[in-house]
């Protein structure tokens, strides 16, 4: 069937849920709950934005998302963070 191979990937970009997080301080709401969640509603990938300031997401939320069986893992690094090594260190494998 040609329009299954043509269907659209739908990937969720959180960056709006973890500065909601930040900003209460502790793990409310769960990104990673969310990440799971999402592809348990549907969605193919999840989109990040890490930051210097980690403002959109930490780190560590980037270290341990590949853990949560995405199919897709989309990074919207800049580039300082790329010089860094950070992002190579994070290992995503999808």
């Known amino acids: 069937n040609t329009l299954a191979k043509k269907m659209t990937v739908l990937s969720v970009n959180i960056k709006k849920v973890a500065p909601l997080r ?8 769960d990104l990673l709950r969310v990440a799971e969640d999402l592809q348990q509603f549907g969605a193919q990938g999840i989109t990040v934005h890490p930051r210097p300031d980690e403002r959109h997401i930490r780190y560590e939320d980037v270290r341990q998302l590949p ?3 995405l ?3 989309i990074l919207k690094v800049i580039p300082s963070l790329i010089s860094r ?3 190579f260190q994070s290992s995503p494998h999808k």
């Open 67 to 69: 853990k949560y069986s």
């Open 22 to 29: 930040n900003a209460r301080g502790g793990y409310v709401p």
């Open 85 to 87: 090594n950070w992002y």
């Open 71 to 73: 199919q897709n893992l």
